[in-house]
Each structure stands twice: as C-alpha cells, then as structure tokens.
C-alpha cells in the first residue's frame, strides 16, 4: 500500500503540466523566434534578448523543480532538448556571419548523439540517469557566453571570435572525453559510479 507522499511523488514523476515543463516548452518556442530574428530580420539585438530570455528561464525551471519538488519524468527529457537545441540553432545562425562555428556546433552534434546513445545504454543496463557533471556546466556555461558575446558584439574582431570559438571547443572535447570514460566504464562495470 502507497504512502501519501508516495502517491505525491509519484503524481509529480509523471505530470505533464508543471511550471517547469511549461517553461522548458516556452524555450523550444522561442528557437524559431531567434532563427527568424537573426537570420531574416537580421536584427541581432533582440535575437540575443531572446536567448538571454531563454537561458533565464532555464534557470528558473531548474530552480522551481528543486525547491518546489516539481521534477517530473517529462522535465528530465524536455529540460535538456530545449538546451541543446537551442544551443544548436543559435550556433547555426551564427554559422551564418561566423565560418568557424561550424567546429562547436559539429562537435556538439557528435558530443550529443554519443551521450543520447551511450546513456540510453546505461538506463538499459543499470536504471540510473546520470547528471551533468561539472566540466558539462562549464562547457554550457562557456557556449552560452560566446555566443551571446558574438550575437551584441556585431564587429567582434577576428582574433577575439577565433579565441573565443577555441576555449569552446577545447572545453567540449575535454567534457566529451570525460563523459566519455565515464559512460564507457558505467556500460563495463554495469551499475553506476
């Protein structure tokens, strides 16, 4: 027989419309937003607006899960698509003015499908879901600056796009080698770190 607050986490686990799974939905339709702003309108200043919009209210829905205890099985998946695809899409309309962003946006491509694939494999196998790590956050983190500096900063000096492309990509193949072992080993092992 179930508890109530086992009733209560289990209610939430498979909720669908919760704060936080609106907003991950909100930025998943934002993404044509700043494509048509950036890339037809060609008006960076409210594209990279939008994006700051969009990474605030990552911020919030993570906020709102934990303390709220909203966390829901639909949010798990839904959080991290609207991040990557956000990233991916504000990566391709930079492609547009900036040759070089064909390296991260690649990279990501590669990092994810890896990830995608190798963590469904650890699900499979151990029936835990493993969270970002550090070097991930900082890989986010870093994305997210350059991209945002390159959206305001219309005539960004070559040198500087060049440097900042490059700590990007470092940063991805270093989480991508770390997520890697550690994937790798989990699928070995067959159970958790």
Not at 48 to 53: A, Q
Not at 135 to 146: Q, R
Not at 154 to 181: D, E, H, K, Q, W
Request: aromatic share 10%; glycine share 8%.
């Amino acid at each position: 027989m179930k508890t109530r607050s086992g009733e209560r986490s289990n209610d939430i686990q498979s909720k669908i419309l919760t704060i936080p799974n609106i907003l991950s939905f909100f930025r998943l339709c934002l993404i044509p937003v700043i494509m048509w702003l950036y890339c037809v309108e060609e008006n960076y200043f409210w594209a990279g607006g939008i994006l700051i919009l969009s990474g605030i209210t990552d911020t919030v829905d993570g906020f709102v899960a934990r303390r709220f205890h909203m966390a829901s099985d639909l949010g798990k998946m839904l959080d991290p698509v609207a991040d990557k695809m956000t990233q991916a899409a504000m990566l391709f309309c930079l492609l547009t003015r900036f040759p070089l962003m064909i390296l991260p946006l690649a990279l990501m491509v590669v990092k994810e499908t890896f990830m995608g694939v190798t963590g469904l494999l650890i699900i499979r196998r151990t029936g835990s879901v493993f969270g970002a790590d550090w070097h991930g956050k900082v890989t986010t983190w870093l994305l997210y600056a350059m991209m945002i500096l390159h959206v305001f900063w219309f005539n960004i000096p070559v040198t500087v796009s060049r440097a900042l492309t490059g700590a990007c990509v470092i940063m991805m193949v270093i989480s991508l080698i770390l997520y890697g072992r550690h994937n790798l080993k989990a699928l070995k092992d067959g159970k958790p770190e």
